[in-house]
């Protein structure tokens, strides 16, 4: 996981009210390997900007199919409109 989507999912649990210790304990638990976002990932996430701007992707979703494409990994979404798209790396819908 992307330095920068984890901020974004520990973000999302903070306004839900979760206790930030309580989530870091569970990335840890479930062994997520935090991958620092750095220039070069800053550079592949912006240009994945045209392919993917009629879909509407924020800048965290470019940097989690950034990151994907970086380790050869498949990138896990719940947006079906990722499937839709033409990206370098596999894309799984958990819902």
Known sequence: MSTVNASEALMRGVEKG??????REFLAAQE?????FDDELAVSAALLRPSTKRAGLSFAD???IATAIRL????VT???IWADLDLPCPVELIR
């Not at 050869?72 to 990138?75: E, H, S």
């Open 62 to 64: 470019r940097a989690c």
């Open 78 to 80: 719940a947006d079906r």
């Open 18 to 23: 979760i206790p930030l210790g309580l989530m």
């Open 32 to 36: 997520v390997r935090m991958v620092p």
């Open 72 to 75: 050869n990994a498949t990138v």
